[in-house]
Every structure is written in C-alpha cells, then in structure tokens.
C-alpha cells in the first residue's frame, strides 16, 4: 500500500518525501486482492503500508477475511494490537525494532510481550555487504546495520516470534533473479518458518527457490505477477505451488 493504493515499487528507491520508484499501480482496491488470495486459498499474504494514508485501504482488506493477512508498516507496540482487531492474523515489525541504526533486543522482547510470539513476524531484511555477509537494513533499507542474518542470530531471535520475513534488498522489485546463496542460507540457519522475497521473475526462479530451499523456504512474489503488471500468470502459479510441480 503506498499513497492508499496498492502497487509494486522498488522498495529501496522510497524517500522520506514519498517518492519512489513504481513499477505498478493497481485500478483494484486492498479488498479486491484480500477476496482473491483468500478465495484461492492462500494464507498470509502481506499488506504492507509504505508511509502515511494507507491505514483505511489496508483495514478494508484485513477485515475481509479476519486472520488470512499479515500486516506491516509502522507497527508499534502502541499499535500492534489495534491491527490484530482489525484483522490481521500475524503483524510484522521492522523500523521499531531498531534504536540508533541497529537491532535493539529489549525491544524485540519488548513487542513479543505485548504481541505474544505466536502473533508475531520479524523483517530482517538484509544486504550483503563487503564483509561477505547479510547485514540487516533498516531505515528503509537505506541504513546498513552491525546484525547479520546467520544462523546465531536467527536461532537468538526464534523465541521472540513465529516466521522471519526476509528481502533480499539488493534484487527486491528488479525482477532479475534471486539471491539463491541467501535462500540456501536460510533453509539451513532458520529453526523457524521464513518468507523470502526479492528477485522472483517466472516459474524457473521459484522452482530455483524451492530447490535451494529445501522447501523450507517460503516465497512471496510481487512485480512478476500479471495481476500486478508483469509476466508470471497468477493462477498458474497458485496450481504449481499447489503442487509443487515446477
């Protein structure tokens, strides 16, 4: 959700002015994808609010199907549980996790107090950095922190919620692949579930996925969606996931 409507943009291009680079806006509301992915059996689809005035669309589409959705985008422990009554079924938190640029655990156990772990999913979205190694992003990916995404530090933190959700910053919403080493990594460093995104451009890449993964790894795709203006078929992708026939 960005500016009240739903779209797909480069999520590392959004400014403090709200600009950003948009690869698609949609002529249909939240609620018309809320009945869609529900219809289609597909459970926690993301509603994610970029800035401000995202709040009435995103709680038409949380409140179709109670509990089918997560939402994410400016949770706080002030508002975390105004968007479960709303409707979603998990919410996801990012920028109040960190305090001065990094990752603040009083915090993160913090907001597992207030939320209960169960209800709760972690962004770590990260960047691969000279070091060779994932460093968390923040600030809107625009600030690289000292937390790496590894296996200690994923272990750490699984007691505090109930999924990961990880963006590959450097190929989210390019539509030029995806990071197989960083799916390969988590399928082997998360104890719990994980949602990785970034990078998913046709059938191939999530068969890629689902091979580096172990099928452990869960998927989300965006921009490469035909209902989203790119050139994967949505409801061919729903009956292959089904599956797991790539």
């Not at 105004?82 to 915090?107: C, H, Q």
Request: net charge negative; glycine share 12%; proline share 2%.
């Amino acid at each position: 959700m960005h500016d009240g409507k739903v779209k797909q943009i480069v999520g590392s291009s959004l400014k403090d002015s709200g600009e950003a680079t948009t690869n698609f806006v949609s002529e249909h509301g939240a609620g018309y994808f809320a009945d869609l992915y529900f219809n289609d059996g597909l459970r926690d689809g993301h509603v994610i609010m970029l800035g401000k005035g995202n709040e009435v669309a995103a709680k038409e589409a949380l409140s179709r199907h109670p509990g089918n959705l997560q939402l994410g985008g400016g949770v706080t422990p002030d508002n975390a549980k105004e968007w479960l009554d709303a409707g979603a079924g998990k919410i996801i938190v990012t920028s109040w996790l960190f305090s001065d640029g990094e990752l603040d655990m009083e915090r993160v156990k913090f907001i597992s107090q207030c939320v209960s772990p169960e209800r709760l999913v972690l962004d770590l979205s990260c960047l691969k950095a000279e070091d060779g190694r994932y460093h968390v992003a923040c600030n809107r990916w625009q600030t690289v922190c000292q937390a790496v995404v590894d296996a200690d530090s994923l272990g750490r933190l699984a007691s505090f919620c109930a999924e990961y959700l990880v963006h590959a910053v450097s190929v989210e919403g390019k539509r030029g692949g995806i990071d197989q080493f960083l799916v390969e990594k988590l399928a082997k460093w998360s104890p719990i579930p994980v949602t990785y995104a970034g990078g998913i451009r046709n059938l191939e890449d999530v068969r890629l996925l689902h091979q580096a993964g172990e099928g452990r790894v869960n998927f989300t795709v965006g921009s490469a969606l035909d209902i989203f203006g790119g050139n994967l078929p949505y409801a061919e992708l729903v009956k292959k996931t089904r599956t797991l026939d790539f």
